[in-house]
């Protein structure tokens, strides 16, 4: 079997009928489609009970509500595809949507990344690729720009949908979303596949259309930057170390925590804040120093000194004319590059 389709569902009654029939209209035919009800509470699962009396390529699980990492988790659990996608139930693909992922899937590539399409109720339309040049660089050097983009963010790499993951990689390296990590949960996924995996491929063509409405988890913001990332922040942390990675991107880690407090203050709000709200959340006795590249190591003794709140109002320049520089290229290629 060539692909497996993994669809969470929770009280997604009112969109799984259209989901599921982008599904089965694919051109390419030899895949599964694994739904998971994460304990419902409308007519998900009977609906979903329906698509699988109807076609012998759907399967449905169902468990009590433990969240959409679990969900997934449960799909990868009874996966048999070589590949492995996922769908958000709400959500739709275009019919060539296996047809486009595969056409990246070579033998050096354990993932393949597409750009997706949002739409809304009103029909508004943005298609939405990579902010970055990380899909033109190969071996390390692609990897590390793309775990790069991972740390700090990327709204084409964080999400699940709208890629391949190669089902081997995942079951050997033990790869699993960590149940309780309520955000960005799909990015640390995908930052792990990333660090133990060979190539990624992309693919310039929208693969997947992402449903905007009102009750979609990206809407659900309540807290501060910060306080929302904070278990991504510790568990990202933990698998670093856990992967022998965290000296590599030791710099990269502390940015991404200092970004989440400038978003909830600015400049004043990482001075005011950081030593008490990041400090914790640094692994500054874990670390060897010996390799820790010479800046990192720099940045390593003002979080230890407690003197990086004096120095971020002269370090937040630098950062800001790297993103608008890479901003500005985006802009300039972004029409060149969008995906007919």
């Given at each position: 079997?060539?692909?497996?389709?993994i669809?969470?569902?929770?009280n997604?009654?009112?969109?799984?009928?259209?989901?599921?029939?982008?599904?089965?209209?694919q051109?390419?035919e030899?895949?599964?489609?694994?739904?998971?009800?994460?304990?419902s509470?409308?007519?998900?699962?009977?609906?979903?009970?329906?698509y699988?009396?109807?076609d012998a390529?759907v399967?449905?699980?169902?468990?009590e509500?433990?969240?959409?990492a679990?969900?997934?988790n449960?799909?990868?659990?009874?996966?048999?595809?070589?590949?492995?996608?996922?769908?958000?139930?709400?959500?739709?693909?275009?019919?060539?949507?296996?047809?486009?992922m595969?056409?990246?899937?070579?033998?050096?590539?354990?993932?393949?990344?597409?750009?997706?399409?949002?739409?809304?109720?009103?029909?508004t339309?943005?298609?939405?690729?990579?902010?970055?040049r990380?899909?033109d660089?190969?071996?390390?050097?692609q990897?590390?720009a793309a775990?790069?983009?991972?740390?700090?963010?990327?709204?084409?790499?964080?999400?699940?949908?709208?890629?391949?993951?190669?089902?081997?990689?995942?079951e050997?390296?033990?790869l699993?979303?960590?149940?309780?990590?309520?955000?960005?949960?799909?990015?640390?996924?995908?930052?792990?596949?990333?660090?133990?995996?060979?190539?990624?491929?992309?693919?310039n063509?929208?693969a997947?259309?992402y449903r905007m409405?009102?009750?979609?988890?990206?809407?659900?913001?309540?807290?501060?930057?910060?306080?929302?990332?904070?278990?991504?922040?510790?568990?990202?942390?933990?698998m670093?170390?856990?992967?022998g990675?965290?000296?590599?991107?030791?710099?990269?880690?502390?940015?991404s925590?200092?970004?989440?407090?400038?978003?909830?203050?600015?400049?004043?709000g990482?001075?005011?804040?950081?030593?008490?709200?990041?400090?914790?959340?640094?692994?500054?006795?874990?670390?060897?120093?010996?390799?820790?590249?010479?800046?990192?190591?720099?940045?390593?003794?003002?979080?230890?000194?407690g003197?990086?709140?004096?120095?971020?109002?002269?370090?937040?320049?630098?950062?800001?004319?790297?993103?608008?520089?890479s901003?500005?290229?985006?802009?300039?290629?972004k029409?060149?590059?969008?995906?007919?």
């Amino acid at each position: 079997m060539k692909v497996s389709i993994i669809i969470p569902c929770y009280n997604s009654g009112a969109y799984l009928g259209a989901c599921m029939d982008s599904v089965l209209a694919q051109t390419m035919e030899d895949f599964e489609a694994i739904l998971i009800d994460d304990g419902s509470r409308d007519d998900t699962l009977a609906v979903a009970q329906d698509y699988a009396k109807r076609d012998a390529r759907v399967r449905v699980l169902a468990q009590e509500n433990r969240g959409v990492a679990a969900a997934r988790n449960l799909g990868l659990e009874h996966a048999r595809g070589e590949w492995i996608t996922f769908v958000d139930s709400d959500d739709l693909l275009p019919t060539d949507a296996l047809h486009t992922m595969l056409s990246g899937a070579g033998e050096d590539v354990d993932m393949v990344v597409c750009p997706h399409e949002t739409f809304d109720e009103s029909g508004t339309l943005e298609t939405v690729i990579p902010q970055t040049r990380w899909m033109d660089k190969r071996g390390e050097a692609q990897r590390r720009a793309a775990a790069l983009r991972l740390i700090e963010g990327d709204s084409v790499l964080n999400i699940m949908c709208c890629k391949l993951h190669r089902r081997t990689l995942i079951e050997r390296e033990g790869l699993r979303l960590q149940a309780g990590v309520k955000i960005a949960e799909d990015a640390l996924f995908n930052l792990e596949t990333v660090l133990c995996g060979h190539g990624i491929a992309y693919v310039n063509r929208v693969a997947y259309r992402y449903r905007m409405h009102g009750a979609s988890a990206m809407h659900a913001q309540t807290a501060g930057e910060l306080a929302r990332h904070r278990l991504w922040l510790l568990a990202m942390r933990d698998m670093l170390l856990r992967r022998g990675q965290m000296e590599s991107y030791f710099a990269a880690y502390v940015d991404s925590a200092a970004l989440r407090l400038y978003k909830d203050g600015g400049v004043p709000g990482v001075v005011r804040r950081f030593n008490a709200d990041v400090l914790p959340l640094l692994p500054l006795d874990r670390l060897d120093e010996s390799r820790l590249p010479r800046s990192a190591r720099t940045l390593l003794r003002l979080c230890r000194s407690g003197a990086y709140p004096r120095v971020y109002p002269l370090i937040y320049p630098v950062q800001v004319l790297h993103r608008k520089l890479s901003e500005a290229a985006f802009a300039l290629r972004k029409e060149k590059e969008m995906p007919k």
